[in-house]
């Protein structure tokens, strides 16, 4: 029953025609996790994003591509409200989550992003040990209970595969970690407030291939238990890890398919222009 | 899972409540701040423009002495001669007059300070050498207005000493108060006033200084105003000392003149409660330990807003972004991980400016505070005194005090031979207590920046 629209036209607004039924092959699978709707957003006058309808499907992982400024970051920021941080910011539209407009005047932003957690690009620990980066978040929920504590600290550290390597060394500070390190531990950190969404704004474009892979193989396991959004540049990394794929262009969404048939057989140019000159 | 919801709900509106709480204290701290700015304009203007009224704390002569010619709680008696080093009063049974020295006796006059009790006191005066074992050296009635000979022996002058491996820097000059005899004048009044001064600075500063910071940097948009206060306190930075000595004299020591006619005690009474002796504390203030720590807050004041601002400013937006992004609120981003971070670089200015404040002569001088003090604030003579008379840590602040830098510069300013040897000794403690905190604030920073390598 999803309609997408699609635009050809980056700058005229769209027409009737370029409305296209969506493929067969995209899944439908009873309602998305988050889902947005005519939605628009402003920094200021400047206008970054135009017009989004996309559905972000439960425990599956949705790749966003497009090229540098074209809003992918500001998209995902704006399904945790990241961006009413920044003074003058403006959005417009529906953003559901679960079904419920998380930009409602009655939605408590604090609780939202807890449910949905959010890693950066660059590595960002706290100047304190591991265990308080970790369990910083309960912390603030008023989770005081120190052995309730370690156990979501150990928790989410397994779930992020640093476990073992940080164990014996939990009361160190997490800035002497190693920079595959300190992103995994943000992604325990992140995971330590039991979220049921993760957005991840390109987690691992600063990282060496070993710990890069590193990073894809965790979001492999995660997608089991979380709905997961990604921005990524590398395109080989979203073939690689995601069922979705997102393209955008301008602020605007150019494409959204499933990732194997949007990488071999995209039915907008914009796309295939895209894929095309990165790939080589 | 009702009453859960209901649990959620209530701490939703306290972390709320708390973040409001915390917000207006940052405001309030910067509105105190600017407060205490506008006074020092306020008064460095009326005490330039006030015409003739002279110093509040000016003694009065004996002759016109009576109960309504009482200054501030200050008796005036003529006498003859003091020579020596201090005396007490002993048959004084309610402490009214303390004690005085020679350095006291001015034009053949000697003012009591009474702690502000509004009779004139009435007893038997005697008077002794504070050293214990000393014979009484003088004996004298309260008679009312008139004159009163005090004889007291000349003691023998001095000869140049020869040096010693410590010098002048002995055990003895680090324990006792000063006097006349630059062989018996010691710092210990001097470095515990220092060491009270910039306590009482620091409890006052410290808060104030790091929540206006906060405010400014973390919640005050960028308005008209914001960037006038912003200048000001810049501005104010550059003030010399010695201006901000004269807003303490009128703000803190007179009280713009407020109770010159009439002085007024405050009596704290709510103390028995838990247990102390009530405190008399006179008004106007004159120049006890809380008016120097009052003035030399506001001179550190400018200093630590702006350092600790550059502090936050220089935590990167991704800290707060990441702490944002876990759920916390605005103030838990602040209090949790904002601060911590800038907790060294908060320190150091902190610590620069309170070692700028102990070594600050001027101002001191300026709110009237005396050299020749032989005993520490509050009279507190050791540990096991404080144990015994809890209740004189609470009334320390309320007491005459000299300090360090007053103390050297009288004693360079000292006729008598071998005083210029007491001054270097008393320069090398400055020093030493100066160091020492600066080794503090190094040695705090280096612990506190091994977490934060961005
Ligand atoms: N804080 C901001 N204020 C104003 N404009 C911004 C801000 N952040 C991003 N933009 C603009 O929004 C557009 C989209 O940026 P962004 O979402 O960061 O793109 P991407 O992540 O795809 O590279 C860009 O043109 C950028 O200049
Ligand atoms: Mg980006």
Not at chain 1, 97 to 124: E, H, P
Not at chain 1, 155 to 180: F, H, I, P, T, Y
Not at chain 2, 62 to 67: C, W
Not at chain 2, 147 to 166: F, G, R
């Amino acid at each position: 029953m999803a309609l997408v629209k699609r635009f050809t036209q980056f700058v005229d607004p769209p027409n009737e025609g370029n409305i296209t039924q969506v493929p067969e092959s995209v899944p439908t699978l009873g309602t998305p996790k988050i889902e947005t709707r005519g939605m628009s957003f402003f920094y200021g006058t400047k206008q970054a994003l135009y017009d989004i309808n996309l559905q972000i499907q439960s425990r599956a992982v949705t790749a966003l591509i497009g090229p540098s400024g074209c809003g992918k970051s500001t998209y995902l920021r704006s399904l945790n409200r990241m961006n009413d941080i920044i003074e003058g910011t403006r959005v417009t539209g529906e953003v559901l989550l679960d079904g419920a407009d998380i930009y409602n005047r009655d939605v408590d932003v604090v609780s939202l992003r807890k449910r949905v957690g959010m890693v950066f690009q660059k590595s960002t620990p706290f100047p304190k040990s591991i265990f308080d980066n970790i369990a910083f978040g309960p912390r603030i929920a008023g989770q005081t209970n120190k052995s309730e504590l370690q156990v979501i600290v150990e928790r989410s550290l397994k779930q992020a595969a640093l476990w073992n390597e940080v164990k014996d060394r939990l009361k160190e500070s997490a800035m002497a970690l190693s920079g595959g390190q300190q992103q995994r531990l943000c992604i325990a950190r992140a995971l330590a407030t039991n979220p049921e969404v993760l957005l991840m704004d390109e987690p691992a474009s600063a990282l060496d291939p070993a710990s890069t892979a590193r990073i894809e193989d965790l979001i492999f396991e995660l997608k089991q238990n979380y709905t997961i959004v990604i921005v990524t540049h590398n395109m080989q990394q979203a073939a690689r890890i995601s069922e979705m794929t997102a393209f955008f262009c301008v602020g605007r969404l150019v494409e959204i398919g499933q990732t194997k048939q949007l990488f071999t057989n995209p039915t907008q140019k914009e796309t295939e222009d895209y894929i095309t000159g990165r790939f080589g | 899972m009702k009453q859960r919801d209901d649990i959620y709900e209530r701490r939703l509106i306290w972390r709320h409540r708390v973040g409001l709480c915390f917000e207006w204290l940052c405001r309030l701290a910067t509105m105190g701040a600017l407060a205490m700015l506008v006074l020092l304009m306020g008064s460095i203007f009326s005490s330039a423009l006030s015409p003739g009224r002279g110093s509040g704390l000016a003694p009065v002569s004996l002759t016109e002495i009576s109960k309504t010619h009482e200054v501030n709680g200050n008796l005036t008696y003529a006498v003859s001669k003091v020579v020596g080093g201090d005396f007490c009063f002993k048959s004084d049974p309610e402490e009214k007059i303390k004690s005085f020295s020679s350095a006291d006796v001015r034009d053949g006059k000697v003012v009591f300070n009474h702690n502000g009790k509004r009779a004139s006191p009435l007893f038997d005066l005697t008077v002794r050498e504070i050293s214990p074992g000393k014979e009484p050296i003088g004996k004298f009635k309260d008679v009312g207005p008139g004159h009163i000979p005090l004889e007291c022996p000349v003691p023998d002058v001095h000869p140049p000493q020869p040096a010693k491996p410590w010098g002048w820097l002995t055990w003895n000059f680090l324990t006792h108060g000063n006097s006349d005899d630059p062989l018996q004048a010691g710092i210990m009044a001097g470095f515990w006033g220092s060491v009270w001064l910039v306590g009482l600075t620091g409890l006052m500063v410290v808060p104030t200084g790091v929540g206006a910071a906060v405010y400014l940097e973390e919640y005050a948009k960028p308005t008209s105003l914001t960037k006038f206060i912003q200048l000001n306190i810049a501005n104010l930075a550059g003030v010399p000392s010695i201006v901000y000595g004269i807003l303490g004299f009128t703000v803190f020591s007179r009280m713009f003149g407020a109770f010159d006619k009439q002085e007024t005690i405050v009596s704290l009474t709510f103390l028995q409660g838990f247990g102390f002796k009530p405190i008399d504390i006179a008004l106007p203030l004159g120049p006890v330990i809380l008016s120097g720590a009052c003035t030399l807050a506001l001179l550190s004041l400018p200093v630590v807003i702006i350092t600790s601002q550059e502090t936050l400013r220089s935590i990167p937006a991704s800290l707060r972004h990441a702490a944002y992004a876990l759920g916390a609120t605005k103030w838990q981003t602040i209090w949790h991980q904002v601060l911590p971070a800038s907790l060294p670089g908060i320190l150091t200015g902190v610590i620069l400016s309170l070692s700028r404040a102990i070594g600050e002569a001027a101002p001191i001088a300026v709110i009237g505070v005396a050299a020749h003090l032989s005993f520490a604030p509050g009279r507190i003579t050791g540990i096991s005194d404080l144990v015994q008379n809890p209740d004189k840590l609470l009334r320390a602040p309320f007491d005459r005090f000299t300090a360090l830098p007053t103390l050297v510069y009288s004693w360079v300013n000292e006729a008598s031979p071998n005083f210029e040897h007491v001054a270097a000794a008393g320069i090398i403690v400055l020093l030493a207590t100066l160091l020492t905190m600066n080794g503090t604030a190094i040695f705090i920073r280096q612990r506190f920046q091994k977490w934060n390598r961005w």
